[in-house]
């Protein structure tokens, strides 16, 4: 990691100077480091939605990168700060429950909390944590300062109490976690749970949002009309309510943590 590649992803949004704050310190210290941004566009202090952004994002980055998780409602509070190691990468993010859900399919291979002041970023607000301490320890870590010099094995994680999908003989019900740029209206639905609804043969996937609305379960946008809804499976594995060139979420008037329902039809969705 001579260069070293760091991610970030916060709830800061892109209009205050707090995400080139964080990116200032990293530089000072590595001024060689790639930084690459995530998103700063998760809902304002939510965790699960941010866990479910990490999750799809952080293995498709090189082995050794260093990804930075600042959506951190307890900022100044009694919370830790976690560097799990997993997978190769190491994950820094407040211990709220968002590594709990980014690692929900991965055991970190270690986990410290972060307690050395000595690469800290001095003095240490009480309110911005992202600049005084998840940045400065990330850009040290690119620099090959290992993990235990940060601070003691933690021991677990905190994990949020996330309520899956159920299922049935006859269908799945879930729940809409992210909504992107596009409309579309990603669920906690996987890919293998849709298709095994259909594979004795007895008819079509269909996907119901919110009370009424069904559509069908489609290979890609272009299989229906401009305008029209349908489903997919998206590139992270997930169901996916959609609109062909249209914002699902605009058309439904649904978003976050809006009810799903998979199942088979015999007639097709309507």
Do not use: W
């Not at 260093?66 to 990468?89: K, M, T």
């Amino acid at each position: 990691m001579s260069r070293g590649c760091i991610t970030l992803l916060t709830d800061f949004g892109t209009a205050d100077p707090y995400v080139a704050a964080m990116k200032g310190v990293m530089l000072s210290i590595n001024p060689d480091v790639q930084l690459v941004d995530v998103s700063h566009e998760v809902a304002a202090h939510d965790v699960a939605e941010a866990g479910y952004v990490l999750a799809s994002a952080f293995r498709h980055f090189p082995a050794g990168t260093v990804h930075v998780a600042v959506v951190d409602p307890g900022v100044g509070g009694e919370r830790r700060i976690l560097a799990a190691e997993a997978e190769g990468h190491v994950l820094l993010a407040p211990d709220n429950g968002l590594l709990g859900i980014a690692l929900s399919e991965t055991a970190p291979s270690r986990l410290i909390s972060i307690e050395n002041a000595k690469y800290f970023r001095q003095p240490v607000s009480a309110t911005f944590h992202g600049r005084d301490v998840f940045a400065p320890v990330a850009a040290h870590i690119t620099l090959g300062v290992p993990l235990e010099e940060l601070g003691p094995a933690a021991g677990d994680m905190h994990r949020l109490e996330v309520v899956g999908p159920k299922a049935t003989r006859h269908a799945i019900e879930g729940t809409v976690i992210h909504v992107d740029r596009f409309g579309n209206l990603v669920t906690n639905i996987a890919r293998a749970d849709a298709e095994a609804l259909a594979l004795d043969g007895e008819g079509a996937v269909q996907v119901q949002i919110g009370s009424s609305q069904r559509v069908a379960l489609r290979r890609t946008y272009g299989d229906v009309g401009f305008g029209e809804l349908l489903a997919v499976v998206g590139s992270s594995g997930f169901i996916e309510v959609s609109a062909n060139c249209a914002s699902a979420a605009a058309l439904l008037g649904v978003g976050r943590r809006a009810p799903v329902r998979v199942s088979r039809s015999e007639k097709g969705a309507t």
